[in-house]
């Protein structure tokens, strides 16, 4: 397999361009060329010297966040904002058990249609403003309105039928029971009312708060050095145990590898082959491997709720013949961990369909000949990883598509999310998602998803088995609106999946972390005990 991949990357004829796709996303932690060599080459960078600040990159290579400000927590619970922003709980390595945060206490109805949440007493936001139960009221109200937000929060809370306060208490009621409410809760940051409350919510990721942040967490912002890095102190009015670093400098990278050779970063996660080689292969860096749901997928530019149509990618024949035309198990060999699968329920889980996508190049050529497709017209691919093995692999996917007759151009995108669900100047875009859960990939689905539904045209088809599939508790029930759902995104084919790939969080030699700790998905929020990191003398 590996040799006929090697054949496929010789003969391409289009390499992928590094310009705008006409113009965010999940990271998997990109990596360069540069340092895919060192790692072939067996260079390894030598330990930094302690400074008393532990070392953290932010990548701006996809499109997530900018270099002027700091990362949104509502998007990607990533390290640095984890170490700024609390939730009510506090989730444990698997994000399915959790224990009280922000929270003093809670309660749930038999029903599951009530939650009665009593926050702590004393609670204080960085700046000494109280943190009250408006604060909960108003951030969960905003996110049901932000345009760019973790869609696992709006499936939630557009559950919520009402909510009222009452002195230190607010309480939820839905208006159908919500089986993961407490695990999206524990990931769901708090944000402070009396900063935000004027801020659009449709642009509220690139608000000038973001440039002073107001903060709820064991650190504070100390300084933001824009184009370069930020600082983080410790929080004066964080009510916990006082974390044992002191200092925290988060440096904006393109990618982890270069930072981490610079040694400009103690923490580093990501699934790319080059990424995890180069980190293996740096002496000075740990490896904890963990087991995630990460999805590397396919999205067909269709239509948007504004009425913004792709006449080309209108016919479902179109869309499954360009799936048949690659040959996705030579994909996943580019990867340290990749499982093939077929729907948003992997091939090993008891509710899989058995559908599988066949890999044939003839047949595929011939059902986009007898499609009706424009065979003159150019098919446009966006991808927004900048990392080697990204690269490689929409290479072949370009030559895979050509193959089939098609004239094909790839293009690298600067800001993912802007292109790939607002410019959209694309046909078939390919993405990472690093889910929560099985959830997470049907409510990409949802006609209500604030960035799906500028592609998917804000179709309704999917709205009331999702709604099902998260109020499903017994198996027996999960698994039966699984295969209902995999049985509906198999026909509209508007996104498909390629494979899943694990993913690796690397430490540095500089950081001593407390026995015990077990690291959960990178891109969301778990106990991990980091009041008690200590830097290596």
């Not at 939730?87 to 206490?105: K, N």
């Not at 909510?163 to 402070?192: C, H, K, R, W």
């Not at 904890?288 to 530019?301: A, G």
């Amino acid at each position: 397999m590996k040799k006929m991949l090697a054949l496929l990357l010789a003969t391409t004829l289009t390499a992928a361009s590094l310009a705008g796709c006409g113009g965010g996303g999940e990271t998997s932690g990109d990596a360069t060329n540069a340092a895919t060599e060192a790692a072939a080459s067996g260079e390894t960078a030598a330990p930094v010297a302690s400074d008393g600040s532990l070392k953290l990159a932010v990548t701006t290579g996809d499109g997530s966040t900018t270099d002027d400000r700091i990362p949104t927590p509502w998007y990607n619970r990533i390290l640095a904002t984890n170490l700024m922003y609390r939730g009510l709980f506090l989730a444990d390595s698997t994000l399915t058990e959790v224990e009280p945060d922000m929270a003093e206490s809670y309660e749930v109805s038999e029903d599951g249609l009530v939650y009665t949440i009593t926050l702590k007493d004393g609670l204080k936001w960085s700046d000494g403003e109280p943190i009250t139960v408006d604060d909960v009221q108003w951030s969960i109200e905003t996110a049901l309105e932000a345009a760019q937000i973790n869609s696992i929060y709006t499936a939630a809370f557009k559950t919520i039928s009402s909510i009222a306060t009452d002195g230190n208490t607010i309480t939820l009621t839905l208006s159908e029971p919500y089986a993961a409410m407490l695990d999206v809760l524990a990931q769901f940051a708090i944000l402070p009312k009396h900063s935000l409350e004027n801020a659009d919510p449709l642009k509220l990721e690139s608000d000038t708060f973001w440039t002073a942040p107001v903060t709820s967490g064991m650190y504070a912002l100390d300084e933001l050095n824009v184009g370069n890095y930020f600082t983080l102190k410790v929080n004066e009015n964080y009510e916990g145990e006082a974390p044992k670093i002191e200092k925290v400098t988060c440096y904006f990278v393109s990618d982890y590898v270069t930072a981490a050779q610079a040694g400009n970063t103690d923490y580093v996660y990501g699934n790319a082959a080059d990424l995890v080689e180069a980190l293996q292969n740096m002496s000075n860096f740990n490896a904890h491997e963990v087991d995630v749901l990460f999805y590397k997928y396919f999205i067909f530019n269709m239509k948007g709720i504004d009425g913004n149509e792709n006449p080309a990618m209108q016919n479902v024949e179109v869309r499954k013949a360009i799936i048949e035309a690659i040959d996705r198990a030579t994909l996943a060999t580019l990867y340290p961990t990749a499982n093939v699968l077929n729907s948003g329920v992997p091939n090993y889980d008891p509710a899989y369909n058995g559908f599988e996508y066949t890999f044939d190049a003839e047949k595929a050529k011939a059902d986009i000949a007898a499609s009706g497709y424009d065979m003159s017209r150019t098919l446009k691919i966006c991808y927004y990883n900048n990392d080697q093995t990204t690269i490689d692999l929409i290479n072949t996917v370009v030559y895979y598509l050509q193959q089939a007759g098609l004239t094909v151009e790839a293009t690298l995108s600067n800001d993912g999310t802007t292109d790939l669900f607002t410019t959209r100047d694309y046909d078939l875009g390919f993405k990472g998602k690093s889910a929560f859960s099985i959830d997470e990939w049907y409510t990409e689905y949802m006609s209500t998803d604030g960035l799906f539904a500028n592609i998917f045209g804000g179709d309704t088809s999917f709205d009331a088995l999702v709604a099902d599939l998260s109020k499903a508790v017994t198996e027996e029930d999960r698994n039966a609106v699984l295969t209902e759902l995999q049985a509906l995104e198999q026909e509209k084919v508007y996104k498909v999946p390629v494979f899943t790939v694990g993913t690796y969080v690397f430490t540095s030699n500089r950081v001593n972390i407390p026995e015990g700790v077990e690291f959960c998905n990178p891109l969301y929020m778990c106990d991990l005990d980091f009041e008690n990191w200590e830097l290596a003398q």
